[in-house]
């Protein structure tokens, strides 16, 4: 236990109405065995007046200066504790150093005078300066001390308790080493918590002792056992859902002593375990899992795969399959982002990398067509007008048809469809000089079953001096040989896209009629059948021929 600190202090300013005091002087004896230190002041007195106290030259009057010794006082004391408080009164024991016995003393009342310590039959003890010696009294186990020698000084003795680390017991084994100086020692009880080490069976330390100058309170040397805990899994870890951990994340296991072990991070998640401390087993395996979100998939006009809800894991990316259908484009949108934004046909989109819930959804529309010219662009004719037929591809209105002067050259574009860009200008040449197209064969089938359709194979050349722009050969079934065309209905037609002057060319035209009549027809063949090239002889444009049908 911690000895009681006693302080004795000569009462002279208080008691006695003395002003302010220096000491002229300070020794000290240090008691090892009890850990005790006394220390023995004389203060200053005016060298022209020794009831005069000083503490310097200016304390004193008449040229006096604060040097001097002082003389006897009927000097007044008190023993106080640590805390400031005056001791209870009581008996205490005295040695003197010259060998006299232990003389117990009663101080009847705190403060006291130097009259009030008597010998126990209530003689008053006075004591030499030096000659004074301080002890324990066994009895009430207080220090004490007082001085005086009522003839040539007065001084002060204070006695110091030099205290003794003492450590904090603790009576069983610890789960986590101590480490606040409250947790560790019982003296001392302020400034640095000391240094915990680790041991094979626990941890120690030492409470220092208290000091003052060369004299050293005892140490002590501590030690606390510790607990063997076992690993346990951090319960805002094990089984929850993140998008990032790591093996030095916070909170993988319970106690922040244990040691993670065997951390590994899968596509989904995350396992370890918790070790054991100061010999306790390792936890079971703990684990996480990756956070996942939804993503909502949807299609309008067309389809997506997979569609409706899907998970998906955090920084993870998702692919679908975007089927548009003939003629549309895709336009893939929503909140996950990804691409590509657009495409037709069937085709695969695949998402930014998802950190939220989001959305893909795909929309369809009709797949924007550039206009495109026709046949005629860049063709020769002597007539044309913007109900000819090949200005434009099949499916293409003619737009912005212009003629330069009231006959040709032509001008015009071709509408795009469906928000498409319109087709550049397309052209077309005057003919300066006719073509003269004439059939030198044609040659049917002759006869035919009543399900089957005639073909013909039809040689065409122009004898003109211009070229031929392009024209139509179309095969026509009729009844009358001497009139082959009235009441005949056209059953095939090929486009030629020119012929120049004495240029020839062979097409076979294929057709359509399904003649179920058993009887004889007439195939007739035409050349310019649409009247485009303003043909000035025509007599041989067309050609001839019965058909048999069984």
């Not at 090892?32 to 220390?39: G, H, P, V, W, Y």
């Not at 990756?290 to 409706?308: D, E, F, K």
Request: net charge negative; charged share 5%.
């Amino acid at each position: 236990m911690k000895k009681q600190f006693l302080l004795v202090t000569i009462m002279m300013g208080i008691l006695l109405g003395f002003g302010s005091m220096s000491w002229a002087g300070e020794a000290s004896i240090f008691d090892s065995a009890e850990n005790i230190l006394i220390r023995v002041c004389t203060f200053k007195v005016c060298s022209n007046d020794s009831t005069k106290t000083c503490a310097a030259d200016t304390d004193c009057t008449a040229g006096g200066t604060c040097n001097g010794n002082p003389t006897q006082y009927s000097a007044a004391f008190d023993v106080r504790d640590s805390t400031g408080a005056l001791m209870p009164v009581g008996t205490f024991a005295v040695n003197d150093i010259s060998g006299i016995a232990p003389v117990p003393v009663t101080i009847a009342h705190n403060p006291f005078r130097i009259t009030d310590i008597t010998d126990g039959q209530s003689n008053p003890v006075v004591l030499s300066i030096p000659d004074v010696s301080l002890s324990l009294d066994s009895n009430s186990g207080a220090v004490y001390f007082f001085s005086t020698n009522g003839s040539v000084d007065v001084r002060k003795y204070e006695i110091i308790n030099l205290a003794n680390g003492e450590c904090v017991l603790y009576s069983q084994p610890l789960v986590a080493a101590p480490s606040t100086l409250a947790q560790l020692c019982v003296q001392p009880t302020t400034g640095a918590a000391p240094t915990v080490t680790t041991t094979a069976t626990g941890w120690q330390w030492t409470c220092a002792g208290t000091t003052m100058g060369s004299n050293i309170g005892k140490d002590a040397n501590c030690s606390a056992t510790s607990a063997a805990v076992p690993g346990v899994c951090g319960s805002s870890t094990n089984n929850g859902t993140f998008t990032t951990l790591s093996s030095t994340s916070s909170g993988l296991c319970a106690n922040s002593s244990s040691q993670v072990k065997g951390f590994t991070a899968a596509g989904t998640g995350w396992q370890w375990t918790c070790g054991g401390t100061n010999g306790g087993a390792d936890s079971s395996q703990c684990s996480a899992s990756l956070q996942t979100y939804t993503v909502t998939a949807s299609a309008t006009g067309g389809s997506i795969s997979p569609s409706g809800l899907i998970s998906a894991y955090y920084n993870a990316t998702k692919s679908f399959t975007i089927a548009a259908p003939s003629g549309y484009t895709a336009t893939v949108g929503g909140t996950c982002g990804g691409s590509p934004a657009t495409g037709t046909g069937t085709f695969s989109y695949a998402t930014s990398q998802i950190t939220h819930d989001c959305s893909v959804s795909a929309t369809f529309a009709l797949t924007p067509v550039n206009g495109l010219c026709g046949s005629a662009n860049g063709g020769t004719f002597a007539v044309l007008s913007s109900g000819s037929s090949g200005l434009c591809q099949s499916g293409f209105s003619v737009i912005n048809f212009t003629a330069t002067g009231s006959t040709g050259p032509w001008h015009w574009n071709c509408q795009g469809l469906y928000g498409g860009n319109d087709s550049p200008q397309c052209n077309a040449n005057l003919q300066t000089a006719p073509p003269d197209l004439a059939i030198t064969s044609a040659v049917g089938p002759g006869v035919l079953s009543s399900t089957q359709s005639p073909t013909m194979k039809v040689t065409i050349i122009n004898h003109g001096a211009g070229a031929a722009g392009p024209f139509n050969v179309t095969v026509y079934l009729g009844s009358a040989w001497f009139n082959p065309l009235v009441g005949a209905s056209a059953i095939g037609t090929v486009r030629i896209n020119g012929l120049a002057p004495g240029q020839s060319t062979t097409v076979t035209i294929p057709t359509s009629a399904s003649i179920i009549l058993h009887s004889t027809y007439v195939l007739t063949v035409v050349a310019d059948s649409s009247h485009e090239l303003g043909d000035p002889n025509t007599t041989d444009n067309m050609s001839e021929q019965f058909l048999y049908v069984l």
